[in-house]
C-alpha cells in the first residue's frame, strides 16, 4: 500500500506498448499516484518542459526519440526528477548506457507491477534523503526543513512562501522555472498570481543577491526564473538572462 503522504505524487510514464503503460497507469492510479502517460519520445520531453513531475518511468525503446536520448536530454537541462528506465532486453550494455545517461534504477520486461512500485518508492525516499542536507547551488545553501539559508557570509531565515519559491528554484537549477510552474509550486491551485511572485522573487533577491556583486536568481524574460551558479554565469553571458 502507498503510505500516507504518499498520495498525489505524480508520475510521468513514458511507454509506446499500450497494453504495458495501461497496466502501469491503472496500476499506479489504484495506488493513489497521479499519472501521466506519453508514447513517444518527443511528447515525453514535451510534457516535461512543460511540467514538474515526482518520478519518470521511461521505456529505453521508444518511437521518434528513444528513452536513453529522452533521458540524456532531459538531465543536460538540469532535469533531476528520480527516473526508472525499463529496459526490453537484459543486458548489460543497456543498464550501462541507462545509468550513464542518468537513470536512476532500471527494470527489466517483464516485470511485477508491485516491484515497479517499489522501486519508486526507493527513488523517491533516495532523493528526499539527499535532500535531508539542505539545497545547493554553488555558494548559496538551503534548507527547507529549518528554512535556514546561506551564501558566503550572508545567512538567515527565508518565510515559508520565500522557501517554497527557493526551494523549486534550486531543485530546478540551473533550467529556467516557468512563471505559472513557479506560481503552481508555492501555491499549489489555489490562490497566487504575478504580482505575489513577483513580491517574493524581489523580497529574495534582497536576501540572496543584494549584498554581492553578482546575482544567483535571474529573470528569463517572458518565461520565467532560474537560479544559476554565478561563476559559470561569467563564460555564457550572452544566453538572454538578465
Ligand atoms: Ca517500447
Redesign the pocket.
Known amino acids: 500500500m502507498v503510505g500516507e503522504g504518499e498520495r498525489g505524487l505524480r508520475v510521468l510514464v513514458v511507454?509506446?506498448?499500450r497494453d504495458i503503460a495501461e497496466n502501469v497507469w491503472d496500476y499506479l492510479e489504484r495506488r493513489g499516484y497521479d499519472v501521466d502517460h506519453a508514447h513517444d519520445g518527443l511528447t515525453a520531453l514535451r510534457l516535461l518542459e512543460r511540467d514538474t513531475f515526482d518520478l519518470i518511468v521511461l521505456?529505453l525503446?521508444?518511437p521518434r526519440l528513444d528513452g536513453v536520448e529522452v533521458c540524456r536530454q532531459i538531465r543536460h537541462y538540469g532535469n533531476q526528477t528520480p527516473l526508472l528506465m525499463l529496459t526490453?532486453r537484459d543486458t548489460l550494455e543497456d543498464k550501462l548506457l541507462g545509468f550513464e545517461v542518468g537513470a536512476d534504477d532500471y527494470l527489466t520486461k517483464p516485470f511485477a507491477l508491485e516491484e515497479m512500485e517499489v522501486r519508486l518508492r526507493n527513488l523517491i525516499r533516495r532523493a528526499r534523503r539527499g535532500e535531508h542536507d539542505g539545497l545547493r547551488v554553488s555558494t548559496l545553501h538551503f534548507d527547507p526543513q529549518t528554512l535556514q539559508f546561506s551564501r558566503e557570509h550572508v545567512g538567515g531565515m527565508l518565510s515559508p512562501l520565500q522557501g517554497r519559491v527557493l526551494t523549486a528554484l534550486m531543485r530546478t537549477s540551473p533550467a529556467v522555472l516557468r512563471h505559472n510552474d513557479l506560481i503552481a509550486a508555492v501555491w499549489g491551485t489555489e490562490g497566487g498570481d504575478t504580482n505575489a511572485l513577483h513580491g517574493l522573487i524581489h523580497s529574495l533577491r534582497q536576501l540572496i543577491d543584494k549584498p554581492f556583486a553578482q546575482a544567483m536568481l535571474v529573470s528569463v524574460h517572458g518565461v520565467g526564473y532560474r537560479i544559476v551558479d554565478p561563476e559559470a554565469q561569467r563564460d555564457s553571458r550572452a544566453d538572454g538572462t538578465d
Open positions: 511507454e509506446d506498448q521505456d525503446g521508444l526490453a
